[in-house]
Each structure stands twice: as structure tokens, then as C-alpha cells.
């Protein structure tokens, strides 16, 4: 069966610091993978989603990076970190046609 | 532009009633509708998906309903559990689209026992 890892759970960094975010999933070939950001009582914002390796489409502009370097592997990173980019990080896989399949996330903290 | 809504305030139920929840959107073309349920510090749980062709979708206590004309889905919960206690989101892709679902913002349920 698939399933997909996301960590850490929680991370707190000061503002300038780097990020780097890491999510495997296995049991599926060439799966969308998807980074999305929830800030405290508002939906989920795509931030990134790739379609294959080294394929990286970004949704909204600001100070992330994603990188998807081997099938099943997806980084969310940052060279700085801003106040703006603290909340919960999640990301999640599909095939063509199939639902979404979500980790369990990351809290990020940025003070 | 392109918008989905959902009720921000929390549902408030008694055990074993019938929960129900809206999801409206404006000026989409969905191909299919999907409701997925959250807890708190934990992704989406996706639970039920229903094309744009079918009317309604049933799995075990729950139903969806998916009215393209008024543009609006219902997802019912049956004799409702406090387990189902939850944050539940509607998503929609575009007809012909990248297959990227944009999410409600969702509404919370509390099923009181």
C-alpha cells in the first residue's frame, strides 16, 4: 500500500534562518506531489506541485523553493525564513483522476 | 474570479442527528467535487468523491449531493457520531484542468454527545 512521510512533525526557526522540509512517499511510480501551506483558520494554499522529476510548478510567489530530486521526493525549502512563512505545511501525492493523499504535516514556527 | 465557500462558522449537533454541510462555488466547471475531513495537527483525510455527472454518492453514513446547476454540494453525515467531529473541506478541479484541487477553507463540526 502507499504512504507518505513528511518530517519534521514541528520546527521552530528564527526569521533569516534556512528551511528545508522533506517528503517521501512510497508504493506509487510517478506520483503529483504537492506542497500546501495552512495558516491558522484559512484553507490551503497550493504552494508547489510537480508533475515529475525536476518538474516544479509554483503557485505563488514568495521566498520557498521546491525541489523534487528522485520520483518519490519532494523539498520544500527557504534560504530565509520570514515571520509570514510560519504555519502547517502539508504535503501529498496523487495519481491522474485520484484524490489526494495528504502527510501528517509540519508546524513551522518562525520567531 | 474563481471562488468556493464554505460556512466558516462551526456545526453544532446532537449525537445521532443528521449533519449536513455546504459547499458553494462560483464560476467553476468542476469535473468532480471531493470532501475530505481534517483533525486538528493532523492533512486531509480524503473521504468521498463525486463527478459532475452524478447526483449523489453514498458510502456507509455518509452522502454527497452535487447540483451543478445551483452550483452547490451537501455532504450529510448520518446518526452522527461525536467521533465525527471534525473539520470537513470541499474541493473542486476544473473540467479538463491540471487535476489540482482547490480547497474550501472548511467548517468545523462538533457533535455534541
Same mark, same amino acid.
Given at each position: 500500500s502507499q504512504t507518505i512521510h513528511q518530517w519534521p512533525a514541528t520546527l521552530v526557526q528564527p526569521v533569516g534562518s534556512p528551511l528545508s522540509l522533506e517528503c517521501t512517499v512510497e508504493g506509487t511510480s510517478n506520483p503529483n506531489l504537492y506542497w500546501y501551506r495552512q495558516a491558522a483558520g484559512r484553507?490551503?494554499?497550493?504552494?508547489?506541485?510537480?508533475?515529475?522529476?525536476?518538474?516544479?510548478?509554483?503557485?505563488?510567489p514568495q521566498n520557498l523553493s521546491a525541489s523534487r530530486p528522485q520520483d518519490r521526493q519532494f523539498i520544500l525549502s527557504s534560504k530565509k525564513l520570514l515571520l509570514s512563512d510560519s504555519g502547517f505545511y502539508l504535503c501529498a501525492w496523487s495519481t491522474i483522476n485520484s484524490p489526494l493523499h495528504f502527510g501528517n504535516g509540519t508546524r513551522l514556527t518562525v520567531t | 474570479?474563481? =471562488?468556493? !465557500?464554505?460556512?466558516? !462558522?462551526?456545526?453544532?449537533?446532537? !449525537?445521532? =442527528?443528521?449533519? %449536513?454541510?455546504?459547499?458553494?462555488?462560483?464560476?467553476?466547471? $468542476?469535473?468532480?467535487?471531493?470532501?475530505?475531513?481534517?483533525? $486538528?495537527?493532523?492533512? $486531509?483525510?480524503?473521504?468521498?468523491?463525486?463527478?459532475?455527472?452524478? &447526483?449523489? &454518492?453514498? =458510502?456507509?453514513?455518509? =452522502?454527497? %449531493?452535487?447540483? %451543478? %446547476?445551483? &452550483?452547490?454540494?451537501?455532504?450529510?453525515?448520518?446518526?452522527?457520531?461525536?467521533a465525527d467531529s471534525a473539520t470537513y473541506l470541499c474541493a473542486l478541479e476544473l473540467s479538463g484542468g491540471s487535476y489540482i484541487p482547490t480547497f474550501g477553507r472548511g467548517t468545523s463540526l462538533i457533535v455534541h454527545p
Open positions: 484553507g490551503l494554499q497550493l504552494l508547489f506541485y510537480s508533475v515529475g522529476i525536476g518538474q516544479i510548478s509554483s503557485e505563488v | 474570479s474563481q =471562488k468556493i !465557500e464554505q460556512n466558516s !462558522e462551526a456545526l453544532n449537533i446532537q !449525537e445521532g =442527528k443528521t449533519a %449536513t454541510l455546504t459547499c458553494n462555488y462560483t464560476n467553476y466547471s $468542476p469535473a468532480y467535487l471531493q470532501w475530505y475531513r481534517q483533525d $486538528p495537527g493532523r492533512g $486531509p483525510v480524503f473521504l468521498l468523491l463525486i463527478r459532475e455527472n452524478e &447526483k449523489e &454518492k453514498r =458510502k456507509e453514513r455518509l =452522502k454527497v %449531493t452535487f447540483d %451543478t %446547476t445551483l &452550483k452547490q454540494s451537501l455532504f450529510h453525515i448520518t446518526a452522527s457520531q461525536p
